[in-house]
């Protein structure tokens, strides 16, 4: 049976939950289908010692800011889940946990939603299923020859389950040098951490809340023709979080140049030398998870899908909010999503 509604949101994440509020406010009928089987969207995935980069004042959703967590100026990735449910629960948002969507496909005036429970009908679809569930890993030589565990950062989530292993982190983004530190700090693993070029941390004093205004003032420019400012980019690659923080100033987290390739029973450098592992933890990011917009076949050749800020330029009922600065300043975190959010809602309430 085909079910109809104004919007549905394709996953209940932060992204997913920030567009709910606004389609609330807005009067509109709209359903949230999430894949996860409960509230928390990735953060219920993470690694245990993970924390927000910014104090939870700096951390809220639209509607809501997130309480701080006792003895934590930055608060843990299970604080955040616990937020994140009372969010969905404290306005009763729609959300359908342990709901697949495969497909979304157009429908003459309509978007056909293809679920794991049903089809839906809607004037319109926010994609917000952000990353987490399509991590990225290189085609390095050797990496199937490999005889010991390989991992990827959805993987991971604690030191214990390395205690006398040598471990080999790779990656030279936060998820590479947090956890080349977590592993570090714990004492019982042995961690050779390696990246693609020299880790470039930014200033100790930079964390989310001076990160999002960064962000901000060169979307601005960019809006108004100026020159790009660069971003992030511009100050470095790594947030000195407190834990990165003490593994670099006890020279626990210095890295090496990225290996040639790797061996059956470790990495092997360009100049021959070698370093034997137990195990290889891949840090080397995410691609946006859109297989379920396939049948719209919008993507470009970057594997993105071209946008006016949320709005995909060729299909006008499709709104992507979440996946980076392409769906709006900041749009992948907590206080960023909620006004990409807000104004994908506004235009989708405009929609015939």
Not at 96 to 125: F, M, N, P, Y
Not at 180 to 208: C, K, M, S, Y
Not at 234 to 239: E, F, K, N, Q, W
């Amino acid at each position: 049976m085909t079910q109809h509604t104004d919007v549905v949101v394709v996953g209940g994440g932060q992204a997913g939950l920030a567009a709910g509020y606004h389609l609330l406010r807005r009067g509109l009928d709209f359903v949230i289908l999430d894949a996860d089987p409960a509230p928390g969207g990735a953060w219920q995935h993470m690694w245990e010692s993970l924390h927000l980069f910014s104090p939870a004042e700096h951390s809220s959703l639209p509607g809501r800011l997130i309480p701080a967590q006792a003895g934590e100026t930055y608060p843990g990735a299970g604080h955040v889940v616990g937020c994140l449910t009372d969010y969905e629960k404290r306005y009763g948002l729609p959300v359908q946990h342990g709901t697949r969507v495969d497909a979304v496909c157009r429908d003459v005036d309509r978007l056909l939603v293809e679920a794991s429970t049903g089809i839906w009908r809607a004037k319109a679809v926010i994609s917000a299923t952000g990353s987490w569930s399509r991590p990225f890993l290189p085609a390095v030589p050797g990496r199937s020859v490999f005889t010991s565990r390989q991992l990827h950062t959805v993987n991971y989530r604690r030191p214990a389950d390395f205690a006398g292993q040598r471990v080999v982190v790779v990656g030279g983004g936060n998820s590479g040098a947090q956890i080349a530190a977590d592993l570090a700090l714990d004492g019982r693993v042995e961690v050779t951490w390696v990246t693609q070029r020299p880790p470039r941390f930014l200033p100790d004093d930079i964390d989310g809340r001076a990160l999002f205004d960064v962000v901000t003032a060169r979307r601005r420019a960019l809006d108004a023709g100026r020159t790009d400012t660069g971003g992030v980019a511009s100050l470095g690659d790594i947030v000195s979080v407190p834990p990165v923080r003490a593994a670099r100033d006890s020279g626990l987290l210095t890295a090496m140049p990225m290996f040639a390739q790797l061996t059956a029973t470790g990495v092997r450098w360009a100049d021959g030398s070698q370093s034997d592992a137990d195990a290889i933890v891949w840090c080397t990011g995410f691609r946006p998870a859109l297989a379920h917009l396939a049948p719209l076949n919008l993507r470009g050749p970057r594997g993105h899908i071209p946008t006016d800020g949320t709005r995909a330029l060729g299909e006008p009922r499709l709104h992507l909010l979440g996946y980076g600065d392409w769906t709006g300043p900041a749009s992948a975190t907590l206080i960023g999503v909620g006004r990409p959010a807000r104004d994908a809602v506004r235009e989708i309430a405009q929609l015939s």
